[in-house]
Nanobody, 116 residues
Framework: QVQLVESGGGSVQVGGSLRLSCAAS????????MGWYRQAPGKQRGLVAQ???????TYAHSMKGRFTISRDNSKSTVFLQMDSLKPEDTAVYYC??????????WGQGTQVTVSS
């Protein structure tokens, strides 16, 4: 069974930066996509960014240029560097793993709060 553990959330002021990490453990297929989603109060969960096991990235439009996703395959870990944070980035950020395009696993979420 795959387990995802996120870390790195917290509170930051407008314009600040945070780096989220998500470590996956268990038996993980080598062909996978790891990504970050977020959910603000009263809103649906949506994609922030994702990265394939061979390094291809996808970003939600509003995050391009401010957020950078990366991964360390040797440690089954994905990172999200968030710069120039805005109050609207406040949300719970979730890590997601998709194996072979079929099997999904989610982390427990980490809170990010951006204050002005």
């Amino acid at each position: 069974q795959v387990q995802l553990v996120e870390s790195g959330g917290g509170s930051v002021q407008v314009g600040g930066s945070l780096r989220l990490s998500c470590a996956a453990s268990g038996s993980i297929d080598s062909i996978n996509v790891m990504g970050w989603y977020r959910q603000a109060p009263g809103k649906q969960r949506g994609l922030v960014a994702q990265i394939t096991s061979d390094g291809r990235t996808t970003y939600a439009h509003s995050m391009k240029g401010r957020f950078t996703i990366s991964r360390d395959n040797s440690k089954s870990t994905v990172f999200l560097q968030m710069d120039s944070l805005k109050p609207e980035d406040t949300a719970v950020y979730y890590c997601k793993l998709i194996e072979r395009g079929v099997y999904e696993s989610w982390g427990q979420g980490t809170q990010v709060t951006v204050s002005s």
